[in-house]
């Protein structure tokens, strides 16, 4: 079938923005896991590891490019190509999302949680999982499932006003309490952006698979 | 690395052998170049040297004098072959060249075919038949012979040649340069005379040259038609139909209706008389042959020459 | 209110202002026995470029020759359905044939310079129609050879002959010869595929310039050039009975970032077998 180069340099890039979004991904609930057990060494480490997910959208943006002008893509490959480097892009801001929660975690110094968190590792599962049915989904082209995966969003963002009203509860009845407040109100954001963020990621996979631009709520 | 298939092969035996046939086989093709070559060089130089030595300025502008009396000239052949050659032509090459652009525009009808067929017949027909053909059409017909009859065989003789040729030649011309022409409306006859022929010009000309020789060269048709006549003098004949106010056309007429010699007949009378000066004038002949068709070539290979570096650097 | 961008949007903007210079309706050509191309349904608009693509022997060539009735040359070949030109059909009976190759001027896919002089190969057309001043010609072959983008090349060498041209000035040669008719409609039969790749931008510039004045129909079998130059494009693919026909219609941009057809996709990325 003509074309292998073009299809094998496509299924490569597809590969690495998987790898990508899966390195997101445990970024995530790593500094969720390492807020929840107060690990301040995990937290660095994974702002450390940050630095490995923007190479790698650097890397899938040169690769993009050079697939672009050595291989003249049309319709559908070149729709494709656009979306890859769109969601490298948007995954790479997730990862900061994730580097910002591992801050969080190592700013808030050694003072005990409020309460254990309960609420913030539901939120980050589910963004997650989002994450990960996205990129399956932008995968194998599948318009369908993406359509359906932003409905979810609806659960995190229930979750988000939860912890926003128990946080405030918190900061109301003992302001020494406003610090910390503040900065798992700050992580909850983050997490909620990244859902945010998924639902662009099943926009470009409807745009890559018919063509269309669709705004999910 | 993995083997090569060729490993095990000697390719240095090879090649040497290929060297060796090659040398031989250059070798072969040179000495068939040369064993063809060198009766032409051969025949050229003879007659050049021969004729050469019996040529004098005289032998152009005289008529033939009386058997046994030296001197005298061929200017009646000279004349007779120019008068007959011409008509030949101006007969020939029109005709072959529309028949020529007829074939390129319509190749498949069955006019075509036929077209094709009666000139590869008419091209292998043996030319004293032609003159016999001639000879019963014109010559019985008119009750004389003529160089009018002269002409329309050579004509016949002319024709073929010069088709054959006119038609490989327009055959090689792209045929986007016709359809060119055609695309921005011009008709076909058009297309044909200002773009198709200048391409093909120079190898109808090569083609047109090969006719006028053969025309030139034809002596056995011309024993029925023409015949011969030592006193043939075109000069002769316009100024006597001047004097006596004859009009173009009758002139023209006159010199037409004339029996009229030509050189090779000419040629083949001399060769075989008894007299010396006869035999030496065959010669000369033979010379003034040669040198016309050679001449002939030349000028329009020049011309071609000429035409083309004008056009290719300003 | 979906906001337009300057850049892309003038493409398809421009490529549906405007109006219909030639029609193709239900064509069909048969050449002896063999169909080349079926029921043919396609517009020309006015001073816009027509790009049509598709694999070989899918009747590109064919279709586009009977825009300026040039497969009546073919003997043999016969014509069903109709082409109009500003609403006239020009396979009517009675049509003046000459006038109409005036109108629909072709390029040919070689350069075929006449053999003669290049200022001649230009005045051709001219002298044809009946021009015969030589102010008048010398205006029109300057004008013409300047369109073409090959005056100042030629313009000190008008004697030379113009096969003597190298082939992408060669082929400006043709267009220039092409413009001096005052054609409406200019079709182009794969017109750069024998030039080097410089030529060819060289002329796909020119087409650019030129559809200001004239309507463009091209034929090419190189789709990154469809894509560059044209704004409609016309994707032909021969059937089983090996008979063109018509697979897609529409703006190029359309055409080449978003396909209505399985068949239009498959082609323009390559995954044809």
């Keep these: 079938m003509p074309r292998t180069v073009l299809e094998t340099e496509l299924r490569n890039l597809k590969g690495e923005v998987l790898k990508q979004g899966q390195m997101v991904g445990d970024a995530m609930l790593a500094a969720i896991e390492a807020l929840k057990h107060r690990d301040v060494e995990a937290s660095r480490r994974i702002m450390a590891a940050d630095r490995d997910i923007n190479a790698l959208r650097f890397e899938i943006e040169r690769a993009t490019l050079i697939v672009i002008a050595t291989q003249q893509p049309l319709a559908h490959d070149l729709r494709l190509l656009a979306s890859i480097l769109d969601i490298a892009g948007e995954l790479e801001r997730m990862g900061d999302y994730a580097k910002g929660i591992a801050k969080i975690n190592i700013l808030m110094g050694d003072k005990p949680l409020l309460k254990p968190l309960i609420d913030l590792p539901r939120m980050a599962e589910i963004a997650t999982d989002m994450l990960r049915q996205a990129l399956v989904a932008f995968s194998n082209d599948d318009a369908e499932t993406a359509r359906a995966i932003p409905g979810r969003d609806d659960e995190v963002d229930a979750l988000y006003n939860q912890i926003y009203r128990e946080l405030m509860t918190f900061m109301i009845q003992d302001p020494k309490t406003i610090d910390q407040a503040n900065y798992l109100l700050w992580a909850a954001h983050n997490v909620e952006r990244t859902a945010d963020r998924v639902t662009n990621i099943c926009e470009r996979t409807i745009f890559t698979a018919t063509g269309e631009i669709v705004e999910l709520a | 690395m993995s083997q090569s298939i060729y490993e095990h092969i000697d390719l240095r035996r090879h090649y040497r052998r290929r060297q060796r046939t090659n040398r031989i086989m250059l070798a072969l093709t040179g000495l068939t170049v040369a064993v063809a070559v060198v009766p032409l060089v051969w025949i050229t130089v003879y007659v050049l040297l021969q004729g050469g030595k019996y040529l004098t300025p005289d032998f152009f502008i005289h008529l033939p004098a009386p058997m046994g009396v030296a001197g005298g000239g061929v200017l009646h052949a000279i004349e007779g072959s120019a008068v007959m050659v011409l008509l030949a032509s101006a007969i020939a090459i029109p005709l072959a060249l529309l028949a020529a652009f007829y074939l390129l525009a319509r190749p498949n009808t069955g006019l075509a075919h036929t077209l094709r067929f009666s000139t590869d017949m008419l091209a292998g027909t043996p030319s004293i038949v032609i003159g016999l053909f001639g000879y019963a059409v014109i010559v019985t017909v008119q009750k004389h012979f003529s160089a009018f009859a002269g002409g329309m065989v050579l004509a016949i003789i002319m024709l073929p040649v010069v088709l054959r040729s006119a038609e490989e030649m327009l055959k090689l011309v792209p045929p986007e340069l016709r359809e060119g022409a055609l695309a921005m409306g011009a008709p076909e006859w058009l297309a044909a005379l200002k773009v198709v022929l200048p391409a093909a010009a120079e190898g109808i000309i090569t083609g047109v040259m090969l006719g006028i020789a053969r025309a030139v060269g034809e002596t056995a048709p011309l024993l029925f038609t023409a015949l011969g006549n030592d006193h043939y003098e075109i000069g002769k004949i316009i100024s006597a139909g001047l004097r006596y106010h004859q009009s173009p056309g009758k002139i023209l007429g006159t010199i037409f209706a004339q029996p009229a010699d030509a050189l090779p007949l000419t040629l083949w009378k001399y060769a075989q008389q008894p007299y010396q000066e006869r035999v030496h004038q065959a010669w000369a002949v033979a010379f003034v042959l040669m ?3 050679l001449g002939l070539n030349i000028a329009a290979r020049a011309w071609l020459a000429y035409r083309r570096r004008k056009m290719f650097t300003s | 209110m979906q ?59 064919t279709l586009l020759r009977a825009l300026n009735r040039m497969n009546d040359l073919i003997p043999g070949a016969r014509v069903e359905g109709e082409v109009l030109l500003d609403g006239e059909n020009i396979y009517a009976p009675g049509q003046d044939v000459v006038d109409i190759r005036r109108r629909v001027g072709m390029v ?44 100042e090349q030629v313009k000190d060498h008008l004697g030379q002959s113009g096969m003597a041209l190298s082939g992408g000035q060669q082929q400006r040669l043709c267009i220039a010869r092409t413009i001096a008719m005052e054609p409406e409609v200019i079709l182009m039969d794969e017109p750069t595929s024998a030039l080097d790749p410089m030529a060819t931008l060289t002329i796909e510039d020119l087409i650019q310039r030129l559809k200001e004045n004239y309507t463009i129909v091209i034929v090419t079998h190189n789709m990154q050039q469809a894509a560059r130059i044209s704004d409609f494009t016309a994707f032909l693919n021969m059937d089983s009975d090996r008979a063109g026909y018509l697979v897609e219609f529409g703006p190029t941009v359309d055409v080449f970032t978003n396909p209505k057809e399985k068949l239009t996709e498959d082609y323009i990325t390559g995954r044809f077998g």
Excluded at chain 3, 19 to 39: C, F, Q
Aim: net charge positive; glycine share 4%; aromatic share 8%.
């Design chain 3, 3 to 61: 906001p337009h961008l300057n850049i892309t949007e003038p493409s398809r903007a421009a490529a549906t202002a405007s109006s219909l210079k030639m029609e193709v309706r239900h064509l069909s050509v048969t050449y002896k026995t063999s169909r080349a191309v079926k029921a043919i349904d396609l517009p020309v608009y006015e001073n816009r470029v027509l790009a049509i693509i598709g694999p070989s022997g899918c009747g590109k060539s």
């Design chain 3, 108 to 151: 040919f896919q070689r350069p075929n310079p006449f053999p003669m002089s290049v200022y001649d190969n230009v005045a051709f057309g001219p002298r044809l129609l009946g021009l015969r001043k030589k102010s008048v010609l010398d205006e029109i072959v300057e004008q013409s050879l300047r369109s073409a983008a090959l005056w």
């Design chain 2, 291 to 293: 040198l016309f068709v």
